[in-house]
């Protein structure tokens, strides 16, 4: 604290012989009441995770997945970061058998078990 | 650089899970030892080993938090039922106390005149100190709420004035409760209505400092600017805190205090 009195005295003593007009040094950016906002405010993963939503994307995967009828001109689509994902489906609700299998980048496969259709798509992660 | 693709916290490793840990067993087995022996080390020991884990831990989650941003909104969530499920479990906590008063005065038993309150125990009047001690909490229930709207709009002047009125309500709350305490006719040692009255009131003043800490410590990240309109769950948790608290001492005046008297 006493770090912050010496550079706040010699910050003033310096623009008033210069002329500028002193702001205050620690807050620069807050709303007019006082409370920052998340928008001013929100740093790192909250930040990015925040952004994206805004722009209407889900990078981090925060929402419930979108339901897609999983026909070849609606197929799941798959976000990924890299070439190739596993795709576990459940080909009937309630099923406890769960069919596993890798879906690569291109076109899209189908479930060897129920046929549906299901597509990657490569998302790049906000940074 | 490899970054998450989704929006936890995987927490680094730190000490302070296991400072608190020990911390428990040194105050636990120091409070034993100072009944049964009289010395107070280990419960000093404990309790500053607790005080360091507090302030180092909390300091940790505020740096995680505020300045890395690693609480996005499903680890808030995450905090959110954790609170909420830690409530809950002190409020069966107390509910416990309120059985045995129950237990032990709706069917008082011979050896105590067969009446409540006991033969022999001069209650507090409720409409004395008591009944300032309700004005007290449900007045600080309104501070608090104030307050947390105060943030919401982005208020800080206000914010910071109703939080720190709502921390002095708190405060004067346990001054009164420990002059009450020290005036009282009767002690622990008063059979059974000596000691459910003072294992619940007791409890309960415990969680009004617990309650006035937390919300102290509130206040000291709210002049920091640390809390955003839209972000600022270790009020909201010190808040819910708050409110139970509150709400524990209504039941402990209707029941101890106006009831039992």
């Keep these: 604290m006493a770090g912050r009195l010496l550079l706040r005295a010699c910050t003033r003593t310096l623009q008033l012989r210069s002329g500028v007009v002193a702001r205050p040094l620690h807050r620069a950016m807050v709303t007019e009441r006082g409370i920052p906002t998340d928008e001013e405010q929100a740093t790192g993963l909250e930040r990015r995770a925040l952004q994206a939503l805004k722009q209407g994307k889900d990078p981090y995967s925060i929402l419930k997945p979108q339901q897609y009828a999983g026909t070849k001109e609606d197929p799941h689509i798959v976000p990924c970061i890299g070439t190739k994902r596993i795709v576990g489906c459940l080909c009937e609700e309630d099923n406890t058998a769960i069919v596993w299998f890798w879906l690569h980048e291109g076109e899209a496969q189908r479930c060897p078990s129920c046929g549906s259709h299901y597509k990657l798509v490569h998302h790049e992660l906000p940074h | ?261």
Aim: proline share 5%; charged share 5%.
């Design chain 2, 1 to 261: 650089m490899a970054h998450q693709a989704h929006a936890y916290h995987m927490v680094d490793p730190s000490p302070w899970p296991l400072t608190g840990a020990i911390s428990a067993l040194l105050m636990t087995s120091g409070l034993a030892t100072w009944f049964v022996y009289k010395t107070t080390t280990l419960l000093f020991l404990g309790t500053t080993l607790l005080l360091l884990t507090m302030f180092q831990w909390w300091r940790l989650i505020i740096r995680e938090s505020t300045f890395q941003g690693h609480h996005t909104t499903p680890v808030q969530k995450g905090l959110r039922y954790g609170m909420v499920l830690f409530i809950t479990s002190e409020v069966f906590f107390f509910i416990g106390f309120f059985w045995a008063f129950y237990h032990s005065s709706l069917a008082p038993a011979i050896e105590l005149g067969g009446l409540w309150p006991p033969t022999g125990i001069t209650p507090l009047d409720p409409f004395e100190v008591p009944l300032l001690n309700t004005a007290v909490p449900l007045a600080s229930g309104v501070t608090v709420t104030w307050a947390h709207h105060s943030i919401m709009e982005g208020a800080r002047k206000p914010a910071l004035q109703s939080l720190t009125l709502t921390v002095l309500l708190g405060l004067y709350f346990t001054a009164l409760q420990a002059m009450e305490y020290y005036e009282a006719p009767f002690t622990l040692a008063d059979g059974v209505y000596g000691c459910t009255f003072f294992v619940a009131t007791g409890f309960h003043g415990l969680h009004v400092i617990i309650g006035t800490t937390f919300s102290m410590v509130c206040l000291l990240p709210h002049t920091h600017y640390h809390f955003t309109s839209n972000h600022h769950f270790g009020f909201d948790a010190a808040a819910w805190y708050w409110h139970f608290v509150a709400v524990v001492w209504l039941f402990l005046y209707i029941s101890i205090y106006w009831w039992g008297s």
